[in-house]
């Protein structure tokens, strides 16, 4: 068996995760994508600037999608779940947020929220919130009392909480509340590419320690080779997680976009989602990721690259799903 038969047949066997996909769920295509790369699961974004209502009514929507796509698409609310969608064929929907908004100063809301299924909540994105800062702010103060209690509440229903855009003090802060594991769902690390949304060492350790996953992040921005990257640039990312917090704690955490216009992009790197920033620099159109893994039904080919690089078949399938499926298991349990 060659190498490239070899990979495909660990890849369809496996459990594959993404920790975090944005692109954009009214296209078709997406729908496709996911179901021809075999992909088991995703964390799916439906909030980043949005609150109460609009995140009610992304809700509402996708329980709509899972009703008329039920040959594609299985909602996830639990580890068994996934492991259905695996045996069934289809994709596991994790309903999740980057960002703590739509709560607004209500933390009875988050009950409410995982009884309609959401089960990965960012703390903040980018900027400041009522729960504590993001990368992107002026200063960071760390969690807020509220921020406190949030991680707490959290903690109690089996929500995981995402420290991918998340500030430096903030992240510190809710990895020593938190009495469960904590992730990154999709970040780098800093020391490998020097940019505000990839991670300090000591933050990235610190995660591990706890039992947490940190999804390798495919977005070209957060790349050294940045639009030029490859898949085999990505498995750099993922080898150099490795070397800095072990692999039982590396997962994938791509950052897709697919069907994603412009529009959506500005709107990304507004002052809280309304005002445009003077430093934006529109990106590029169509946005791809990296060469061998642009949209989902790529992703086997990262199966390849990891097992031409020395990778074994066991590390391969933590690496895929296996490690989120640990992490997911822990914390959404009663």
């Known amino acids: 068996m060659g190498i490239e038969d070899e990979a495909r047949r660990i890849y369809d066997e496996a459990i594959v995760i993404d920790g975090l996909n944005v692109s954009n769920w009214s296209s078709p295509a997406v729908y496709d994508s996911l179901s021809a790369g075999g992909v088991t699961a995703i964390n799916a974004t439906i909030a980043i600037w949005d609150g109460y209502p609009e995140t009610l009514d992304h809700i509402a929507t996708w329980l709509g999608r899972f009703r008329e796509l039920s040959n594609k698409l299985i909602q996830v609310k639990s580890v068994d779940d996934i492991r259905l969608a695996k045996q069934r064929g289809k994709v596991g929907v994790i309903l999740g947020w980057q960002n703590g908004s739509p709560i607004g100063d209500r933390l009875d809301r988050l009950e409410l929220f995982y009884s309609l299924g959401v089960r990965i909540i960012q703390l903040t994105y980018n900027e400041r919130n009522l729960l504590g800062n993001g990368c992107y702010e002026r200063t960071d103060g760390g969690l807020s009392h509220f921020g406190v209690e949030a991680v707490q509440e959290m903690n109690r229903l ?4 995402d420290l991918s855009h998340v500030g430096e003090l903030t992240m510190r802060d809710a990895i020593e509340v938190s009495d469960k594991p904590v992730a990154c769902t999709h970040a780098n690390a800093r020391a490998h590419f020097d940019h505000v949304r990839n991670k300090t060492d000591d933050v990235l350790r610190s995660i591990a320690e706890k039992g947490g996953v940190i999804g390798a992040n495919a977005f070209p921005l957060f790349l050294p080779a940045g639009f030029e990257s490859t898949v085999d640039d990505f498995v750099d990312v993922i080898e150099d997680l490795i070397n800095r917090v072990g692999i039982d704690h590396v ?25 445009p920033r003077d430093s934006y620099r529109p990106l590029p159109d169509p946005l791809l990721h990296p060469l061998g893994m642009e949209t989902p039904d790529k992703l086997p080919n990262l199966a390849v690259a990891l097992l031409r690089r020395g990778q074994s078949e066991v590390n391969i399938r933590k690496i895929l799903g296996g490690n989120w499926l640990r992490l997911l298991q822990e914390v959404w349990s009663d």
């Open 158 to 161: 089996g929500i995981l909480i």
């Open 251 to 275: 997962g994938i955490g791509t950052d897709y976009t697919q069907d994603q216009p412009p529009e959506f992009f500005e709107w990304l790197f507004m002052l809280q989602g309304t005002k």
